[in-house]
């Protein structure tokens, strides 16, 4: 099974602070995003990335920015966190190869971020 | 930007009644997908539909794709009290790896 975890489940974290959220899959997926969810809008891709080293916008990337050194692990990065910020954070992967399980996205169990 | 929009937003129904959810988008597809989400966690996979596809089932679930009017069903047949969760379409942005995810419907099934 394709486990995707995220390094914390719950973080609080004052305004100003700079915030890691890592995000780690086992399934030697190319792809991995970064949502944000908030209640009404559902969620929202901040970033993408198809490969290592790789990155693309998503639609709100405003704020953060992301990291992938390596090909199992994708970090999130608030640089100056601010209350509007207070989110679930969900990662999720999935493989460019076709075939079974192409297209589908394994998410990770999200980090809920308050931002004080 | 949203590209799917669930229909209803919250649905409480009896368990062993039948649970309908549709779904609509905006622009051409490769396939739909639908996922849940139990309260504060990640999202499950549950189907995927292809453009070319009109109906598919898995299990209890049934899922319908009609692309010209570009909506989609999800039926959940004698639901139970453990299907209560959040349940999300999302399209592919075609000719990407992205998907675009609706705003939900919360299911609530009362024992």
């Known amino acids: 099974d394709v486990k995707v975890t995220q390094s914390s489940r719950y973080l609080v974290k004052r305004t100003g602070e700079k915030v890691f959220l890592e995000c780690v899959q086992d399934m030697d997926h190319e792809n991995m995003f970064w949502y944000r969810q908030d209640p009404g809008l559902g969620l929202r891709l901040i970033y993408f990335s198809y490969d290592v080293k790789m990155k693309e916008k998503g639609d709100i990337p405003e704020g953060y920015s992301v990291s992938r050194e390596k090909k199992e692990r994708f970090s999130l990065i608030l640089e100056s966190a601010s209350t509007n910020q207070t989110s679930m954070y969900l990662c999720a992967s999935s493989t460019t190869l076709v075939g079974i399980g192409r297209d589908t996205q394994y998410f990770g169990p999200g980090t809920r971020l308050t931002v004080l | 930007s949203q590209q799917g929009e669930e229909d209803p937003q919250a649905l409480s129904i009896q368990e062993g009644e039948n649970a309908t959810m549709n779904c609509s988008y905006k622009t051409s597809i490769n396939n739909l997908q639908w996922y849940r989400q139990n309260s504060g966690r990640g999202l499950v996979h549950l189907i995927l539909?292809?453009?070319?596809?009109r109906e598919k089932h898995s299990g209890r679930l049934r899922v319908t794709l009609d692309t010209s009017k570009k909506s989609s069903s999800l039926l959940i047949t004698a639901s139970r009290a453990a299907d209560t969760a959040s349940y999300f379409c999302?399209?592919?942005?075609?000719?990407?790896?992205?998907?675009?995810f609706g705003t939900g419907t919360r299911l609530q099934v009362f024992p």
């Open positions: 999302a399209t592919d942005a075609y000719n990407t790896d992205k998907l675009i």
């Open positions: 539909i292809r453009s070319n596809e």
